[in-house]
């Protein structure tokens, strides 16, 4: 009887250590930054594989980077919370890899893209919707004023009504809004060679087909790796993405 009761004590010590393994678990996540090339090659891409490595480490989410498309199944995909579209440019995935990312989505996995994910996959009309744009063309790199539309998203609560800061600024061939919920537009006047008039979103978040979708058009220059505040924008369009409301 003694046994069998100390049986028992151990039985249920063995699954509070499980359940509380996977609390703890829970709390780590990844994400997968992918920053392959086929068209123009960013500089910057390695500044922003670090900065968002050191993101991950201060807000405890791992944060795996690769160039590898083979890469791209769905068996693969899934143990990441997010997959981060960093500058890629041109014809990045296959049929296969393509198939995989979109089951990825339908699942509920995030996608976050920044800057020239934009300039990617001009042949693949799904992937065109989940970005919500394609670029189209840019004018030379200058400081301009981004409106922040919405106060409350994580990726833009943190940052003033006016926003001020030099990037490369995107063009796109359409107004993504009314697909896409606007985060940020870009004010025309404060800067040339913008063509969207009035509404230019240069900011955005949305829904699509069972998944998340978080694009930002800033991320051109190596500095902007630096900047505290495109940082955090970044950060809380991982988080958004990734399903994972808190921040630290
Ligand atoms: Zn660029």
């Given at each position: 009887m003694i046994i069998l009761k100390l049986l028992k004590h151990l039985a249920s010590l063995f699954l509070l250590v499980v359940i509380l393994g996977t609390s703890l678990h829970s709390q780590t996540f990844k994400v997968l930054i992918f920053s392959k090339t086929e068209g123009f090659r960013h500089s910057s891409i390695s500044n922003g594989i670090r900065a968002i490595e050191q993101l991950g480490q201060i807000n405890d989410f791992i944060v795996d980077a690769t160039e590898d498309a083979s890469l791209f199944s769905y068996d693969n995909l899934k143990e990441f919370k997010a997959i981060i579209f960093l500058s890629t440019t041109g014809d990045v995935l296959n049929q296969n890899q393509q198939d995989a990312f979109e089951r990825y989505i339908r699942n509920g996995g995030g996608f976050i893209g920044i800057h020239a994910a934009s300039d990617t996959e001009y042949d693949w009309p799904w992937y065109g919707e989940l970005v919500g744009a394609y670029f189209d063309s840019h004018p030379a790199i200058q400081t301009a004023t981004i409106e922040i539309a919405d106060h409350i998203h994580p990726s833009t609560k943190?940052?003033?009504e006016y926003w001020q800061r030099t990037d490369e600024w995107y063009n796109y061939n359409k107004n993504p809004r009314g697909q896409v919920h606007v985060l940020a537009t870009l004010d025309e006047n404060s800067y040339s060679?913008?063509?969207?008039?009035?509404d230019h979103p240069i900011a955005w978040m949305h829904e699509f087909d069972g998944g998340r979708s978080w694009y930002t058009?800033?991320?051109?220059?190596?500095a902007s790796y630096t900047e505290p505040d495109f940082l955090k924008h970044i950060l809380g369009g991982i988080l958004y993405a990734s399903g994972e409301s808190s921040e630290k």
């Open positions: 943190h940052l003033p060679g913008g063509n969207m008039g009035h058009g800033g991320g051109h220059t190596e």
